[in-house]
């Protein structure tokens, strides 16, 4: 994933220990409040509690009033962290259940996030009109790509996605340039949408993410060139308003799904990020499952 992507969230808490740390922490605290609420109430004898139902006349039910909070005296708040701190040295395996905890619950929360943002965005997402795209142009199942002509992991997914295509007839992958990585990536990307005007999108776009080195205008250009395009209105296309717009308008929707890094793939309502080793795999059985359950906008 592009060096623009969020850092996991073992990560992310791994940097914060003095936050995730307090977390089981402030657990035990509640809970040893809750046992001394119970402590601190003396019950009342069986017997007479037998004897006071006996005696004592109905009376009207009163409103429930909230208890007066415990206030504990110093000496038995340093008694409840030596109980706390003792615990937690003896159970530090409980630092990795919250952590694990946590993460999965983040994980549901974001995925949630994301089956609202796509069915919110849907269209502009799977069926834009003007889409660059690949494979079946009236494919039943659309894939999308959030990619970046200078990541890394494009370049290694690419093999992945040209395979999709080649082993799937009716899937259809659209591309959303994200070039977030340098000037260059932006600069690639007009070319790319300048090719796409001449009908050469799909053979642009594996020649430039399979180019060594770092790629900028000049070297889209050689591509160009080589590709057999015709340069001078590859050129004018490439500062027309409607390659700038087309770029903007797919950096707005990654914003809007909350997409931060390339390459980030999109089924349905369910994601890829990055580029795994089972790329492939992973792309194709989505495919599949959406294909059986259908899929009404993608």
């Given amino acids: 994933m592009s060096s623009s992507s969020r850092p996991s969230l073992l990560r ?70 030596d109980i706390i701190k003792s615990y937690l040295i003896t159970n530090p395996e409980i ?9 999965e619950k983040m994980e549901k929360v974001q995925a949630e996030k994301l089956k609202v943002a796509i069915a919110d965005n849907a269209a502009e997402i799977y069926r834009e ?22 990541c890394g992991y494009c370049k290694r ?48 776009h594996k020649a430039l993410l399979t180019a060594k080195g770092h790629l900028d205008e000049a070297s889209a250009l050689r591509i160009a060139e080589k590709l057999g395009l015709d340069m001078d209105k590859l050129k004018a296309d490439m500062a027309s308003p409607e390659v700038k717009a087309e770029v903007e308008k797919s950096e707005a929707l990654a914003k809007k799904m909350g997409v931060n890094g390339t390459p980030h793939f999109l089924v349905g309502d369910r994601a890829i990020p ?23 906008y993608c």
Avoid at 36 to 62: F, R
Avoid at 95 to 103: I, K
Avoid at 280 to 296: D, P, T
């Fill in 12 to 81: 992310t808490l791994a940097d914060r220990k003095a936050v995730w740390l307090a977390v089981p922490a402030l657990a035990a605290i509640a809970a040893l409040v809750l046992i001394g609420k119970s402590a601190v109430t003396t019950p009342v004898a069986e017997a007479e509690t037998v004897a006071l139902v006996v005696a004592t006349p109905p009376v009207q039910p009163v409103a429930a009033t909230t208890p007066e909070p415990v206030a504990f005296t110093t000496d038995q708040k340093k008694q409840i962290e």
């Fill in 95 to 103: 630092f990795l259940d919250v952590q694990t905890a946590l993460e």
């Fill in 129 to 150: 009109p003007e889409a660059s795209l690949a494979g079946n142009a009236d494919g039943d199942i659309t894939v999308v790509e959030f990619f970046d002509y200078n």
């Fill in 157 to 204: 997914g690419l093999e992945e996605v040209i395979k999709l295509v080649e082993t799937d007839p009716k899937v259809r992958v659209v591309f959303k340039e994200l070039p977030i990585l340098s000037k260059g990536s932006e600069q690639a990307a007009h070319v790319a949408l300048a090719a796409k005007k001449q009908g050469k999108y799909w053979e642009m």
């Fill in 274 to 296: 990055g580029a795994p080793e089972d790329l492939y795999q992973q792309l194709s059985n989505n495919v599949q499952e959406l294909r059986k359950q259908g899929c009404s």
